[in-house]
């Protein structure tokens, strides 16, 4: 039964940092790719970030690009994405999730993910 538990969100001033965690638990995932997603209220599920667990290639949304980054520490099975000069329009709760590793650049679909989270919630005020 494979697991992913996120962590790591709360309320920060524009400009701020925050670092969310994935605990991923069930498998091993060396053939997969995890993503984060986000989902702001009325609006659509996002990609944000994806990495591939065996190489660490990644692959950002232009809207984050330069200043979140995703990273994986296999030893702990976790996933992390720093999140830096946090700006209002990032608000939203955030999601990983896993799914078979395939090119990475077409990991930005969420039907190529299999499991997720239930989500964490980030609000950044002005």
């Known amino acids: 039964q494979v697991q992913l538990v996120e962590s790591g969100g709360g309320l920060v001033q524009a400009g701020g940092s925050l670092r969310l965690s994935c605990a991923a638990s069930?498998?091993?995932?060396?053939?997969?790719?995890m993503g984060w997603f986000r989902q702001a209220p009325g609006k659509e599920r996002e990609f944000v970030a994806a990495i591939k667990w065996s190489s660490s290639s990644t692959y950002y949304a232009d809207s984050v690009k330069g200043r979140f980054t995703i990273s994986r520490d296999s030893s702990k099975n976790t996933l992390y994405l720093q999140m830096d000069s946090l700006k209002p329009e990032d608000t939203a709760d955030y999601y990983c999730?896993?799914?078979?590793?395939?090119?990475?650049?077409?990991?930005?679909?969420?039907?190529?993910?299999?499991?997720w989270g239930q989500g964490t919630q980030v609000t950044v005020s002005s």
């Open positions: 999730a896993a799914g078979r590793a395939y090119l990475i650049a077409t990991m930005t679909s969420r039907d190529k993910y299999n499991y």
């Open positions: 069930g498998r091993t995932f060396s053939t997969y790719a």
